[in-house]
Structures are given as structure tokens and as C-alpha cells.
């Protein structure tokens, strides 16, 4: 990656190479997002999952809170919402 | 040479913000090495990303080109330790600890609760890098073409990355 960096840092404004790279990161962009999906579908069993995790895209990209920020409040409300207790009387326990 | 405290700090931040991947640190990379720092800009921030795809090893490998550009070799080196050094750390005394915790009733209310955070995490630094690499029709195609080939088939995701660079290409010859 070191040699691939120096090298895009020399050529990186060719206009051939910004064009490639247009590609590349836009298929990127999907690559994510499949894995997203994917990994959405194993590991969010109930669809409450998808307020937590809206909750953290808006807070992030449309608040614009810092990652940090999201991941802490996000994450207690969540941890607090699966608490023991609801999981007991829920049976929502995970498939660990 | 004199920005290396500052590569230190910003980079064993985003390591302690990577729950579910390094990805979950892009929108910080951005805001910290493009909006505050100005090692670099959005766009080269996008196409290191990109190249990253391309090379092999994880994809948050890129950084070392950051460092690199910012504090040259040294930059380099230490931006590797401080980003992997401290989650390195981490995932290790968690993972002992998680072992240990084993009848720990809160120990299942963590995991599902951080596993759509962590999911989230990884869709917004998505959306960062959607916003600086998905801006006209052709991109807009590539992207939903790579989701839709790789939801529907087991594809190796080298080849969509070496697809779309050739579109990229050919749009380039013919304009």
C-alpha cells in the first residue's frame, strides 16, 4: 500500500488515472454497501435493529456528530434497550 | 516531520472508533486529515480509498499513504502503529475479558446492542465516501451494479473494483 500511495500521490492527477479511480470508488461504494446489507441480514433479527442503526447514519451524516459521540449514546440506549431483562422476557437472546 | 504528534493522536483516535471495521472511522478520517489537518483533499481522500481496494491487505491500509505524505517514512511507520497499535490492544484484553464474563447477564444486552451501531457505523462511512465518489449517472450505475451483482452473486469483489476502473476508463476515452 506504501508503494501503491507514493504511487498515486505522482500520477494520481493524470486524467486517465482520475477517471479510473472515479470507477474504483464508485464500485467501492457499492462494495460496502452489499456488505452492509449482508451483514444487516445475519446479525439484526428484529426490525427495532433498524432504528438503531438509522439513529446512528443521521446522527453521523446528517448531524454531523462526531463518531464517537453517536457510538456512546447510540450504543448505551441500545445496549440498554436489549438489557438483560428484556431478553429474558422476550427470549430475544442472540444465537451466539 | 513536525505534524507526527498530531498523525499520533488523530490516528490512535480513529482506532479506538473502528467497531465493525475500519470503515466505521471513515467520516472521522475525513473530517480530521481533509477538514482539520488538510493533509489532503476530499477527492484524494475518495481515490486513496479506492486504491486501497486495490492493493492487497485491509482496505484501512491506506492510512499509511497519509502518513506517508504527511511525515514521509517516519509518518508512515508511526501512523501504522497508532492506528493499529491501540484496537490491536484493545481486541486483545476485551477478548480475554469476554471469555471471562461468560454468565455476565449484560454480556448478550452488548453484543446485540452494538451490532446495529456497528452496522450503521459502516453504512454513514458509506454515505462519506458516496458523497465524494457517487456524483453523476455513471457512477450512480457502478455502484448499484457492484450492490446488485454482489447481492445476487458470489462474485470476488477484485473483479467489480477492475470493472469499474475500466468503465471509468472507457468514459474517459469517449468524452
Same mark, same amino acid.
Request: net charge neutral.
Given at each position: 500500500m506504501y508503494v501503491v500511495g507514493m504511487t498515486y500521490?505522482?500520477?494520481g492527477e493524470r486524467a486517465l488515472v482520475a477517471a479510473m479511480l472515479k470507477g474504483v470508488a464508485a464500485a467501492a461504494v457499492g462494495l460496502?454497501? *452489499?456488505? /452492509?446489507v449482508q451483514l444487516g441480514k445475519r446479525s439484526l433479527p428484529h426490525g427495532y435493529d433498524l432504528i438503531f442503526t438509522g439513529a446512528t447514519v443521521i446522527g453521523v451524516n446528517r448531524l454531523h456528530f462526531s463518531v464517537l459521540t453517536v457510538l456512546i449514546c447510540v450504543g448505551l440506549v441500545a445496549i440498554l434497550w436489549y438489557s438483560p431483562g428484556r431478553l429474558r422476557k422476550e427470549g430475544l437472546a442472540n444465537h451466539e | 516531520m513536525n505534524e507526527v504528534p498530531a498523525l499520533i493522536r488523530v490516528f490512535a483516535y480513529l482506532s479506538l472508533l473502528t467497531i465493525g471495521g475500519g470503515m466505521a472511522a471513515f467520516p472521522e478520517l475525513k473530517i480530521l486529515s481533509v477538514d482539520v489537518h488538510h493533509w489532503l483533499t476530499y477527492q484524494q481522500l475518495v481515490h486513496l480509498y479506492?486504491? +486501497?481496494q486495490m492493493a492487497p491487505g485491509?482496505?484501512?491500509m491506506m492510512i499509511v499513504s497519509i502518513g506517508e505524505w504527511v511525515? +514521509?517514512?517516519?509518518? /508512515?511507520l508511526v501512523v501504522v502503529a497508532a492506528f493499529f +497499535?491501540?484496537? /490491536?490492544?484493545? /481486541?486483545?484484553?476485551a477478548g480475554r475479558l469476554w471469555k471471562r464474563l461468560e454468565a455476565w447477564p449484560w454480556r448478550a444486552s452488548i453484543q446485540q446492542g452494538l451490532a446495529p451501531v456497528s452496522i450503521g457505523l459502516l453504512l *454513514? +462511512?458509506?454515505?462519506?465516501l458516496a458523497k465524494g465518489a457517487v456524483h453523476d449517472l455513471t457512477t450512480a450505475t457502478i455502484s448499484v451494479s457492484a450492490l446488485l451483482v454482489l447481492l445476487r452473486y458470489k462474485v470476488n469483489p477484485a473483479l467489480l473494483i477492475m470493472a469499474g476502473a475500466i468503465i471509468g476508463a472507457i468514459e474517459f476515452y469517449q468524452a
Open positions: 500521490h505522482q500520477h460496502i454497501l *452489499a456488505t /452492509a | 479506492s486504491v +486501497g485491509p482496505n484501512m511525515g +514521509g517514512i517516519i509518518g /508512515a +497499535g491501540p484496537t /490491536a490492544l484493545l /481486541a486483545l484484553c *454513514a +462511512g458509506c454515505f462519506t
